[in-house]
């Protein structure tokens, strides 16, 4: 009934006297209380404003003290009341204000003689460049709040080239101390955490001094992770609610459900048997005993209820589930005991299309074969499938010259920091060359409770889209529309890593880039947005990332036949893609859609229309359409490409039409008139 992992809620052991505190880590990730919302960058180079520099970086020739500063609201220090603090560019706080010895640079085994009486430490950390600041910032309002000190790009492993940024929080009320493991750039650094009363009285982090960082380079608090010092004595029992991972949205023809949950042991002893329970609409507990359980107080588990649920109607439904009869007693801290999700049953599901964001560069070696890697898969999948827009970067190198400030933007939402990157309906982190069939299969197989139909026109340099937006249950949170305009294929954007030819690749959101809010996302009701942009001047080639196209006055489009929107919605909170699509292409002028490489003939035509393939040596599968000359598609179909393909227009109406050819990346068009 439980799977046990060693991930959460370490219980501190003293390494030489049990002190009066213990320590545990977060149930989940992210910033303690969610209350500091602001991304992990440099002073001056992206870090939000509001916070105080308390020592402004650059200690190279070892470590200096900040000035001392104040504590915001009341808080109390191992019982005791402090109203003040000093931290070193070594990574200690301490309350003693009037210690003078400055601890050393390098990783430390509490106790420490050359650190203060009443300190928190991070050790392992430096301030070896100008960037390696201390800055204060307080988040919350009284009597919840927080105070946080940040060491912002500081250096590990007493190494420039390897930054790192933590942080220590102290709270109101709770007198709680968090010490925030933020960003890391090197695997192999290793830290020191842990709190000194005195020479006696320490408490110190698992595998201190060779503590290993669990975050990543992402700036965003997403990946943070968190010690929570407590000052007390730990309960012997002490089972902990987490989350409820049974799915927030479901449909009534998949139920019977089952309830999961986390849990973490906070509790001093194990745990070897419990009741767990759920109820519905706070309606009577299901409750199921679960026996020869091993939970040590150093994990995280799952449990999966053994009575499953089983919705009579669609409706949203509060859930809640708990765990009792810890060991035959009662659980010790009911504050913590019981989860709550609002379940939404749906009548039915829709089909997912996954969005897939590429970031790459024309400088980048490594995003060559990722980009044909993933080129080769694409090309083996039905055009409606996925959806795929690729962002050119600034770097590595001088950038991409197709690289725009609106693509940087998606970067920095989520937190990519090297390409080849993808990431696939707003999650999976890896790049485009390490995707599979498996893995793409795996994301469309998810469900889905919107469809978003969308169909857009050129007129000149003019793209125009409406985007219909209904949902089949009801959504909520902050869920925002995109719309980006992406051209299929470009060449000019060529540098040094060998692509000659480069798919897909972003030129302007019709959306702000950070989205349009959308509300009243209601079963049953649909929404239509329209959009339009015009791209202003000529074409212009910058030279490279640093002189970015400017939209105001020029454009990067090569070919305004290749221009294709790209339609998203997407739950800013959760960086969760709801659904995507690309929307079909109205026809307004024939003529401009006319290609030069697809052979027809006899054209005009009565009964068959044959296609001279030869020319297309990069097509290895083919998806036709017959389109109406307003885009409406009377035929279509799929074939392996070949010299020569024969259809039967026997059965259209007389008139004219378009023949379309395309191959997952890029759309061929020629016209014919049915006699």
Known sequence: MKKSYLLSILVAIANTLQGQYYYIIGLQKGNPGNLNPDLEYPVGGGLTTGWTVIHDGNAVSGPQWSSVRSIPFSFSFNGNPVTHYKVSTSGILTFDTAATSLPPYGRLTLPNSGVPNNSVCITGISSLEANDKIVTKTFGTAPNRQHWIFFTSYSSNNSASCFTYWSIVLEETTNRIHVVDQRNACASSLFSVGLQVNSTTVIMVATSPNLTSKAQTNPAPDDNEYYTFIYGTQPQRDAAGATITTAGILALTQAPFT??????????????????????????????????????????????????????????????????????????????????????????????????????????????????????????????????????????????????????????????????????????????GQATQAIIDQFRAVPSFVNINATSTRNGQTISAQINVSPVANLTGNIRLFAAIKETQTTQNVKTNGETVFYDIFKKFMTPSTGQVVTNLNAGTTQTFNLSYTFNGTYILPPNATQPVNHATNHTVENFNNLRVVVWLQDMTTKQVLQSTQATLSMVGIDEVE???????????????????????????????????????????SETADAKLTLDVSSLPTGLYILEIGNGSQVLRSKFQRL
């Not at 649920?309 to 060991?327: F, Q």
């Not at 074969?369 to 499938?385: E, G, R, V, Y």
């Not at 009565?606 to 998806?623: C, G, R």
């Open 259 to 432: 309830i999961s949950g986390t849990f973490g042991n906070l509790g001093s002893a194990t745990i070897t048997k419990a009741t767990v329970n759920y109820s519905i609409n706070n309606g009577p507990a299901v409750s199921a005993t679960l026996t020869n359980l091993n939970f040590q107080p150093l994990t995280i588990a799952t449990f999966n209820h053994p009575t499953t649920w089983n919705p009579g109607t669609a409706a949203n439904y509060t859930v809640k589930m708990w765990l009792s009869g810890i060991n035959d007693q009662n659980d010790q801290n009911n504050a913590n005991d019981t989860i709550t999700k609002v379940i939404n049953v749906v009548p039915a599901l829709t089909q997912r299309r996954p969005l897939m964001e590429v970031f790459s560069s024309s400088t980048c070696a490594p995003c060559a074969p990722a980009n044909a890697s993933f080129k080769a898969l694409m090309d083996q999948q039905p055009p409606d499938h996925f959806t795929v827009i690729k962002y050119q970067m600034s770097w590595p190198g001088t950038g991409d010259p197709y690289y725009t400030p609106e693509g940087g933007d998606r970067r920095t939402f989520y937190g990519v920091n090297s390409v080849p990157n993808m990431q696939i309906d707003g999650g999976w982190n890896q790049h485009a």
């Open 595 to 637: 290609s030069k490489v697809i052979k027809i003939y006899p054209n005009p035509t009565k009964d068959q229309l044959n296609v001279d393939l030869k020319s297309l040596t990069d097509f290895n599968k083919i998806q036709w359409k017959v389109l109406h000359v307003n885009g409406q598609v009377l035929m279509n179909g």
